[in-house]
């Protein structure tokens, strides 16, 4: 089964950025689309972004034109280059393979004001 790692999360002033990182176990490609989700402190998990095998990225209205998903196929690694951090953005983030219903540990980014 594949594996997914986050890394990356951490602390930051608002207004700053971060870039979360997700290593997949195999082909990033064979896994097919791949999301960043996130879940705040007594809130549902919410999905933030994802790139479809294809390349089409979408992301939810909160993030748009902050966050950028990318991936490196050779890495089998997927990004996720955060700008403009809010308050509003702390969460754990996790990486999923969408079809596989695979997600990673999660990695905490907090956001101070």
């Known amino acids: 089964q594949v594996q997914l790692v986050e890394s990356g999360g951490g602390l930051v002033q608002a207004g700053g950025s971060l870039r979360l990182s997700c290593v997949a176990s195999?082909?990033?490609?064979?896994?097919?689309?791949m999301g960043w989700y996130r879940q705040a402190p007594g809130q549902q998990r919410e999905l933030v972004a994802q790139?479809?095998?294809?390349?089409?990225?979408n992301y939810v209205a909160s993030v748009q034109g902050r966050f950028t998903i990318s991936r490196d196929i050779a890495k089998n690694t997927v990004y996720l280059q955060m700008n403009s951090l809010k308050p509003e953005d702390t969460a754990v983030y996790y990486c999923?393979?969408?079809?596989?219903?695979?997600w990673g540990q999660g990695t905490l980014v907090t956001v101070s004001s």
């Open positions: 999923k393979a969408e079809y596989l219903e695979v």
């Open positions: 195999e082909s990033i490609l064979r896994i097919n689309a």
């Open positions: 790139i479809s095998s294809g390349g089409t990225r």
